[in-house]
């Protein structure tokens, strides 16, 4: 069994990261260039990292299952990036930050990380306007900043609705650099499919080639992950389509434990579902409630279109109910005001599940243009997918699934419980708690890879200078192949009925509506035994076209879906686990009388953290136990 030690470094909380990086083991430039480290994915956090470590001297080797790393997932990021400047002299600090993430969290995350992401945030911000980063300024010259849910400062950067690309193209252009002089070999259109662990340490992977279907062996010395959210476990999502969780999963299985699956984040302002047919959601930026205002009509079932309800028969809920932080409250508790009102009869539109998200003060107060300016590619975005013109008539929002708290348990070192594996961003479960705050994801993914891991990895790697390459034909790689071979002619042998997307599409119907916005103990159990029956449907009735060895989605698609429903029954189980509610993880049995999220700190104030322990058997559950020396652990109030 592998040790849960969160290694967090003694001292004051604020001198934690300092101390930790005048004491850290280093690794002098002659054995850099021997080492080798093998990143998996290309977004911000794994460009960062890649492109940092190859800068430090390391030999990288860099894969995603795109066609470019400029494709990964965070291209799509919309609202801002976060960090604590203060350029706005509206009292913003490293310990704001800091406190604002934690509470925002619902106190369920590690103060000694969110503490180290308070203070490196505002170099990310320095870090990207050199690399040509195109940040909104202000007038004068100065970058511009917003406001975000649950905070009361305006920390947000950003590039229009485009932050995520103009960061991504910012980390891939120092990527690319790092290409240019060999010190990073980049593997497109490669998935890795395994993790090849060596006297207990990780030290390869194995990878499908996806245009040609070969399987490869790659050493490194070290593993990265950087491979992104599940959030696609629930079919409709925000994510981008490929987004899964295979890299995680399969790292799970060999023994790294997984940290708050059931974390799961939803986002209030999304385009309401608008039939069966779809595959895909689409976000409309938290960015956008800094002036948009959310509103029902104060009549239920109100037939009337927004424009003809005059001011005083609306419910402007959020301002009701949060009078501080008004429309701007966390996406958990937004999320679920929203559902309140719609399950209650207020909601608007042809399925009565949306509320509306109105622009009409905001562009009576400054003009048109001026909102063009701030959100045009989002105004644009929203009439192209619903025909309808937000500068006219108010947008019609509901909460849809965005984020993933959870992810590999990961110790202050970024290390998982594999010694030498290594898991960064979105994929792994550190900073954000239950609930995720708006604009944190790309600083805590950048934050992670400009910043943490070169120094940490270090650490480890000293150990290991002399260490030579292993050769790929050592007996635990051409295990790890067979094992990843033999899936996949499993797979293709089945021959059955339904599509991959069809099983896929119901996996993300059950885990919708029961380990959700709302979960309870009766739906729970009843998830689990239906997950367990589809997963036992999928490897008898599956079909898959195609043939293994050449380019074939339905293939890629069908191991990501067999690993989705494994996780989904963690996820579940995880959430029966947690008698208690708090942030995104809402259990019904556990709410106040105004309905909000009523945590159990006594008895759950832990990261939940799972270990593997084979197929068809219940998972171990190991808790880190949260403390807290700095914040005082309370209700959360935005009223
Ligand atoms: C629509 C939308 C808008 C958002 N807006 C914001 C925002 O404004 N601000 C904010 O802070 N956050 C935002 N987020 C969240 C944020 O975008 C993500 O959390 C973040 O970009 C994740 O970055 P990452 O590097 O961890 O993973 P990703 O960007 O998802 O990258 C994952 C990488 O891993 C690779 N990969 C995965 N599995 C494998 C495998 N098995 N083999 C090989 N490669 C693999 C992929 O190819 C890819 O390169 C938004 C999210 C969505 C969905």
Same mark, same amino acid.
């Given at each position: 069994?592998?040790?849960?030690?969160?290694?967090?470094?003694?001292?004051?909380?604020?001198?934690?990261?300092?101390?930790?990086?005048?004491?850290?083991?280093?690794?002098?430039?002659?054995?850099?260039?021997?080492?080798?480290?093998?990143?998996?994915?290309?977004?911000?956090?794994?460009?960062?990292?890649?492109?940092?470590?190859?800068?430090?001297?390391?030999?990288?080797?860099?894969?995603?299952?795109?066609?470019?790393?400029?494709?990964?997932?965070?291209?799509?990021?919309?609202?801002?990036?976060?960090?604590?400047?203060?350029?706005?002299?509206?009292?913003?600090?490293?310990?704001?930050?800091?406190?604002?993430?934690?509470?925002?969290?619902?106190?369920?995350?590690?103060?000694?990380?969110?503490?180290?992401?308070?203070?490196?945030?505002?170099?990310?911000?320095?870090?990207?306007?050199?690399?040509?980063?195109?940040?909104?300024?202000?007038?004068?010259?100065?970058?511009?900043?917003?406001?975000?849910?649950?905070?009361?400062?305006?920390?947000?950067?950003?590039?229009?609705?485009?932050?995520?690309?103009?960061?991504?193209?910012?980390?891939?252009?120092?990527?690319?650099?790092?290409?240019?002089?060999?010190?990073?070999?980049?593997?497109?259109?490669?998935?890795?499919?395994?993790?090849?662990?060596?006297?207990?340490?990780?030290?390869?992977?194995?990878?499908?080639?996806?245009?040609?279907?070969?399987?490869?062996?790659?050493?490194?010395?070290?593993?990265?992950?950087?491979?992104?959210?599940?959030?696609?476990?629930?079919?409709?999502?925000?994510?981008?389509?490929?987004?899964?969780?295979?890299?995680?999963?399969?790292?799970?299985?060999?023994?790294?434990?997984?940290?708050?699956?059931?974390?799961?984040?939803?986002?209030?302002?999304?385009?309401?579902?608008?039939?069966?047919?779809?595959?895909?959601?689409?976000?409309?930026?938290?960015?956008?409630?800094?002036?948009?205002?959310?509103?029902?009509?104060?009549?239920?079932?109100?037939?009337?279109?927004?424009?003809?309800?005059?001011?005083?028969?609306?419910?402007?809920?959020?301002?009701?109910?949060?009078?501080?932080?008004?429309?701007?409250?966390?996406?958990?508790?937004?999320?679920?005001?929203?559902?309140?009102?719609?399950?209650?009869?207020?909601?608007?539109?042809?399925?009565?599940?949306?509320?509306?998200?109105?622009?009409?003060?905001?562009?009576?107060?400054?003009?048109?243009?001026?909102?063009?300016?701030?959100?045009?590619?989002?105004?644009?975005?929203?009439?192209?997918?619903?025909?309808?013109?937000?500068?006219?008539?108010?947008?019609?929002?509901?909460?849809?699934?965005?984020?993933?708290?959870?992810?590999?348990?990961?110790?202050?070192?970024?290390?998982?419980?594999?010694?030498?594996?290594?898991?960064?961003?979105?994929?792994?479960?550190?900073?954000?708690?239950?609930?995720?705050?708006?604009?944190?994801?790309?600083?805590?993914?950048?934050?992670?890879?400009?910043?943490?891991?070169?120094?940490?990895?270090?650490?480890?790697?000293?150990?290991?200078?002399?260490?030579?390459?292993?050769?790929?034909?050592?007996?635990?790689?051409?295990? %790890?192949? =067979?094992?990843? #071979? @033999?899936?996949?002619? !499993?797979?293709?042998? $089945?021959? *059955? +009925?339904?599509?991959?997307?069809?099983?896929?599409?119901?996996?993300?119907?059950?885990?919708?509506?029961?380990?959700?916005?709302?979960?309870?103990?009766?739906?729970?159990?009843?998830?689990?035994? %239906?997950? =367990?029956?589809? #997963? @036992?449907?999928?490897? !008898?009735?599956?079909? $898959?076209? *195609? +043939?293994?060895?050449?380019?074939?989605?339905?293939?890629?698609?069908?191991?990501?879906?067999?690993?989705?429903?494994?996780?989904?029954?963690?996820?579940?189980?995880?959430?029966?686990?947690?008698?208690?509610?708090?942030?995104?993880?809402?259990?019904?049995?556990?709410?106040?009388?105004?309905?909000?999220?009523?945590?159990?700190?006594?008895?759950?104030?832990?990261?939940?953290?799972?270990?593997?322990?084979?197929?068809?058997?219940?998972?171990?559950?190991?808790?880190?136990?949260?403390?807290?020396?700095?914040?005082?652990?309370?209700?959360?109030?935005?009223?």
């Amino acid at each position: 069994m592998a040790q849960l030690d969160s290694k967090i470094p003694p001292g004051e909380l604020s001198e934690k990261w300092t101390d930790y990086r005048s004491t850290v083991k280093l690794v002098n430039p002659a054995n850099k260039r021997h080492l080798e480290i093998i990143v998996v994915g290309s977004g911000l956090a794994g460009a960062s990292a890649a492109a940092s470590l190859a800068e430090l001297g390391y030999k990288v080797k860099v894969f995603c299952f795109q066609d470019s790393p400029r494709r990964a997932h965070s291209i799509a990021a919309q609202g801002g990036i976060n960090a604590a400047k203060n350029y706005a002299n509206d009292g913003d600090s490293t310990f704001r930050l800091f406190y604002d993430t934690i509470k925002g969290g619902d106190f369920r995350a590690r103060e000694a990380n969110v503490y180290r992401l308070a203070e490196v945030s505002a170099n990310i911000i320095d870090q990207c306007v050199a690399q040509g980063v195109p940040f909104a300024r202000e007038y004068g010259g100065l970058l511009d900043t917003r406001s975000f849910g649950g905070v009361q400062v305006s920390r947000t950067f950003y590039a229009r609705g485009q932050t995520g690309q103009q960061l991504l193209l910012g980390a891939y252009s120092a990527l690319n650099r790092q290409i240019g002089k060999g010190q990073v070999k980049m593997y497109n259109r490669h998935e890795m499919l395994e993790t090849v662990i060596i006297d207990g340490k990780a030290r390869g992977i194995i990878a499908r080639d996806l245009i040609t279907g070969k399987l490869e062996r790659h050493f490194g010395h070290a593993v990265v992950l950087a491979s992104g959210g599940y959030g696609n476990v629930f079919y409709l999502s925000t994510n981008a389509m490929g987004c899964n969780t295979t890299a995680i999963w399969k790292a799970h299985k060999k023994g790294a434990y997984f940290g708050n699956p059931c974390f799961t984040q939803i986002h209030p302002t999304c385009i309401p579902i608008s039939g069966d047919h779809q595959s895909k959601l689409t976000l409309m930026s938290e960015s956008l409630r800094n002036d948009g205002r959310v509103w029902v009509p104060k009549k239920k079932d109100d037939p009337r279109k927004a424009i003809e309800i005059p001011e005083e028969e609306r419910d402007y809920f959020l301002e009701r109910r949060y009078p501080s932080f008004g429309n701007l409250v966390p996406r958990d508790v937004a999320s679920r005001a929203i559902k309140e009102r719609c399950d209650a009869g207020y909601g608007v539109g042809a399925s009565k599940q949306a509320a509306y998200l109105d622009f009409a003060d905001v562009i009576k107060r400054v003009g048109e243009d001026t909102v063009s300016a701030k959100y045009g590619n989002l105004f644009e975005m929203y009439e192209k997918i619903t025909g309808e013109n937000p500068y006219k008539v108010p947008m019609r929002i509901y909460p849809a699934i965005h984020y993933t708290m959870g992810g590999i348990w990961v110790d202050y070192n970024l290390m998982t419980t594999i010694p030498g594996l290594y898991a960064l961003g979105e994929c792994n479960f550190s900073d954000h708690g239950a609930n995720r705050l708006g604009a944190s994801a790309l600083m805590q993914g950048l934050a992670d890879g400009y910043f943490v891991l070169p120094y940490t990895i270090g650490d480890y790697l000293a150990g290991d200078i002399a260490t030579k390459p292993i050769p790929t034909d050592h007996p635990a790689f051409a295990e %790890a192949e =067979k094992s990843v #071979r @033999e899936q996949i002619e !499993k797979l293709m042998s $089945i021959g *059955g +009925k339904q599509s991959v997307e069809h099983l896929h599409k119901r996996l993300g119907k059950i885990m919708w509506n029961n380990c959700g916005m709302a979960r309870n103990e009766k739906g729970l159990i009843e998830a689990k035994a %239906a997950v =367990k029956a589809l #997963r @036992e449907e999928f490897w !008898k009735d599956v079909r $898959i076209l *195609g +043939k293994a060895d050449e380019f074939n989605p339905d293939l890629e698609k069908a191991g990501r879906v067999a690993d989705f429903m494994e996780l989904g029954e963690l996820m579940i189980d995880d959430a029966l686990n947690r008698r208690e509610s708090c942030g995104g993880h809402f259990r019904e049995e556990f709410q106040t009388e105004e309905g909000e999220a009523k945590r159990d700190d006594t008895n759950f104030a832990y990261v939940a953290a799972w270990e593997y322990k084979g197929k068809d058997k219940p998972s171990e559950l190991h808790k880190e136990e949260l403390k807290f020396d700095t914040v005082h652990l309370a209700q959360r109030s935005y009223k």
